[in-house]
């Protein structure tokens, strides 16, 4: 598998990955960085590289993952990685470029889309849909038949209770309780 990406996210992938899966490759456009976790960095994809594994886009902005995965999607393809410690109801669909961190449980009947990252100890309950770029950051949890937009970010340690939907590219805070319907772009402060 290539990576693309050489920071904090990356470093959690690589983490994930290493030794059991091998890495092919680690790509970032910053020209700074020239090692991540003792792999090379070898700066920004060649426009006539060819893909011969898939790609993972190890990158925890929402919209920069969006980005790459439109320039990079007719090169190659995207893996879908869960951690061995995850919890995942094998009645769960789960997108390309998604990641299922450590201790991290997605439950019956749920929809993840593509470029996902359910992140640490996180917890996806039955029937909830979670659109494309969307972030659970740690310890957050989508209750029974939550529904969350695309691009959004659902912040660590927040809830999204059951039946709730979350519009697309909104920001729900750390430790918010999201009772009722968000539209999209909204942002939900743990005050609110």
Same mark, same amino acid.
Request: glycine letters at 10%; aromatic letters at 6%; proline letters at 4%.
């Given at each position: 598998?290539y990576?693309?990406?050489?920071?904090?996210? /990356?470093?959690?992938i690589?983490?994930?990955?290493?030794?059991?899966? +091998?890495? *092919?490759?680690?790509?970032?456009d910053?020209? +700074?960085?020239?090692?991540?976790?003792?792999?090379?960095?070898?700066g920004?994809?060649?426009?006539?590289?060819? $893909?011969?594994?898939?790609?993972?886009? /190890?990158?925890?902005? #929402?919209?920069?993952r969006?980005?790459?995965?439109?320039? $990079?999607? +007719?090169?190659?393809s $995207?893996?879908?990685?869960?951690? +061995?410690? /995850?919890?995942? *109801?094998?009645?769960?669909?789960?997108?390309?470029?998604?990641?299922?961190?450590?201790?991290?449980?997605?439950?019956? #009947?749920?929809?993840?889309?593509?470029?996902?990252?359910? #992140?640490? *100890?996180?917890?996806?309950?039955?029937?909830?849909?979670v659109?494309?770029?969307?972030?659970?950051?740690?310890?957050?949890?989508l209750?029974?038949?939550?529904?969350?937009?695309?691009?959004?970010?659902?912040?660590? #340690?927040?809830?999204?209770l059951?039946?709730?939907?979350v519009?697309?590219?909104?920001?729900?805070?750390?430790?918010?309780?999201? *009772?009722?319907?968000l539209?999209?772009?909204?942002?939900?402060?743990?005050?609110?």
């Amino acid at each position: 598998m290539y990576i693309f990406g050489a920071s904090g996210q /990356a470093r959690a992938i690589i983490d994930i990955l290493d030794p059991d899966i +091998k890495i *092919s490759g680690v790509f970032d456009d910053d020209p +700074k960085i020239k090692d991540v976790l003792g792999f090379k960095v070898n700066g920004p994809v060649p426009e006539d590289f060819e $893909f011969d594994a898939p790609l993972f886009i /190890a990158i925890g902005d #929402n919209k920069r993952r969006k980005l790459l995965q439109e320039k $990079f999607q +007719k090169r190659t393809s $995207f893996g879908i990685i869960v951690h +061995k410690s /995850a919890i995942v *109801s094998r009645r769960t669909t789960i997108g390309e470029g998604t990641v299922i961190m450590e201790g991290a449980i997605v439950k019956v #009947n749920t929809f993840i889309g593509k470029q996902v990252i359910v #992140n640490t *100890s996180s917890s996806v309950d039955h029937d909830c849909v979670v659109g494309d770029y969307v972030h659970i950051a740690p310890q957050a949890t989508l209750c029974g038949g939550a529904e969350i937009g695309e691009g959004t970010l659902v912040g660590a #340690n927040s809830t999204v209770l059951p039946g709730v939907k979350v519009g697309k590219w909104c920001t729900i805070a750390a430790g918010a309780v999201v *009772s009722k319907n968000l539209p999209d772009g909204a942002i939900k402060r743990r005050q609110d």
